[in-house]
Each structure stands twice: as C-alpha cells, then as structure tokens.
C-alpha cells in the first residue's frame, strides 16, 4: 500500500493537480490562524509545547487511520496527503516563468523568478547557483516528504510539511498571524527542521554519488556526513555540484538549471527504485 500511495501521489501530481486545495500552504496556514485564535496558542508559545504543537496536525489525522485498520482507507488517505505535501504548483509557475523569460533571451526577468523562488522557499544561500537552488527546492518537496512518509507514513508527512512552510516566506496578510502563533524566543521549528532534513539530506546527497561523479561527489559528502552543524542545503547544493560540475561561464544559465534539475530527477528515480526493492522484499510496509 506505502509504494502504490507513493506511485500514485508522483504521477497524479504531475499530471492533474493545478489548484490552490492541493497545495499545502493554505491548510497550513488555516491551522496557524486556529491557533492563533484559540487555546492552542498557549501550547505554541510554550518552550516544549510548540514541539507538541508541531506534532499534533499529524497525529490528528495519523491515529484514526491507524485504529480504522482499513486497507481502502489507508491508500485513499495517504496519497491524498502525499499529493498535498509534494503539491508544488506555486513554483511550477515561478520555474516556467523563469524558462520563457531565458527561452526568449531576457534574462533579467529569469533572474527575477529564480530570486522569486529562492524567497519564498526561505533560501538564505546567495552563493547558491540557479541550478543549485532547484535542487534543494526538488529535495524539500520531493526527496524529503518521501522519505518521511516511508519512514513515518502520514504522520510523518504532515509534519515535514508543516515544518517546511513555517520555514517559508510567510505571505503579508499572514504575518499577524504568525505573530500571535510563534511569538516566543525559543522558536523550535529551525531546530526541528534541521533535523528532520539532516539525514535525508545526506542520503540524498549519497545518491547524487552513485548518479553522478562518483569520485568527486562522494569525496565532497565525507566532508559533511558526520557534522551535525553544517547548513543542510550547503551540503545539498555541494555535493550536488561535485556529482555534476557546471563550468562557471554556464553558471545561472540553462545550462545550469537544467543539468541540476535532471541530476535530482535522476536520483529520485534511483531512491523510487530502491525503496520498490524495499518494499517486495518486505523491509517497507
């Protein structure tokens, strides 16, 4: 069931979903208003209570499918979770837009867009190249809500989820909100973002290696896969760049954007394959 949800969620995603109910931005935004205006509030301003409150929207939905014990119910859910958590329709437009400007030569207008998508997925890496940027947006709305959900179902895609939004730029109608949600100085989202994008960031990374330029990318990733400090999406886009160097007059060119986009495509068809294994051999549910 795990792999056909997954199967399921990819290609319906690249194929039908357009609309706003499928992205999971605006549920998350519902939820920060709910708090904001009812006693959850206190929860999130707690010092260990916002752990609780990051953790809740997924048990919600998590423990009733798991008492429910049915197998429809199961599929049905969690590759409509799944679509919601990879629905990135947002940036789809932001990267068309950035190909047409490119395509007809204005490339002031595809730097606009790229920057676009660099700010809203809350990127604060400005050495990162346009290729290097949609890496690690393909990572966080890929790689690392599948490898959650393989390793938490549901509830551990709800989370992710939850967590990467909070991490992005929070439109301005919403910033009271926020406000009123987040208002403490022990802010545990970037805590628990690290984290939760440590390790997956680093499996990815292996990936590009066995993908890419063996020798190169897997030398760059020894460097960073037992700090536990380092920035996760330097890790990414380093790695990534070993595994498929980009001479620097290609840099922020097509060129760029679209050998890294390819490199990433390549590894997620590599990790879909490898956790397919998994799951006929019975290593995943």
């Given amino acids: 069931m795990t792999l056909i ?11 039908a ?21 009812s ?22 939905v998590a423990l009733p499918l798991y008492l429910a014990g049915s197998h429809l119910l199961y599929l049905v859910v969690n590759t409509l979770v799944l679509l919601v958590g990879i629905g990135c329709w947002h940036y789809r437009q932001l990267y068309k837009q950035y190909l047409n400007a490119m395509d007809r030569g204005d490339e002031e207008a595809g730097f606009i867009a790229m920057q676009q998508i660099r700010t809203d997925m809350g990127s604060n ?51 009271a909100a926020y406000a009123a949600c987040l208002r403490t100085e022990h802010n545990a989202v970037p805590c628990i973002a690290h984290w939760a994008n440590w390790f ?39 790695v ?3 595994a498929e160097p980009i001479p620097a007059e290609s840099l922020n060119t097509l060129e760029d954007s679209s050998t890294m986009l390819q490199l990433a495509k390549r590894n997620m ?6 956790a397919a294994i998994l799951t006929l051999t019975g290593w995943l549910g």
């Avoid at 590009?208 to 999406?233: C, I, K, M, P, W």
Wanted: include cysteine.
């Fill in 5 to 15: 949800s997954m199967l399921l969620a990819l290609i319906i995603e690249r194929l």
């Fill in 17 to 37: 979903v357009r609309s706003d109910a499928w992205q999971a931005s605006g549920y998350c935004r519902s939820y920060v208003r709910f708090t904001a205006n």
């Fill in 39 to 60: 006693g959850l509030a206190k929860l999130a301003h707690h010092r260990l209570g916002q752990y609780i409150w990051l953790l809740l929207p997924g048990a919600v």
């Fill in 125 to 175: 890496r400005e050495q990162s190249s346009y290729g290097q940027i949609l890496v690690w947006l393909n990572f966080r709305y890929y790689a690392a809500v599948v490898f959650w959900f393989l390793i938490l179902g549901v509830f551990g895609v709800i989370t992710y989820v939850l967590v990467r939004h909070l991490q992005e730029a929070v439109a301005e109608d919403d910033t």
């Fill in 200 to 238: 997956p960031t680093r499996l990815f990374a292996l990936g590009f290696a066995l993908v890419g330029n063996f020798s190169r990318a897997s030398a760059s990733l020894l460097g960073y896969f037992l700090d536990f400090t380092a920035d996760n999406e330097e890790v990414l886009a380093e």
């Fill in 240 to 242: 990534a760049m070993a």
């Fill in 269 to 274: 068809l590599f990790f879909l394959a490898f």
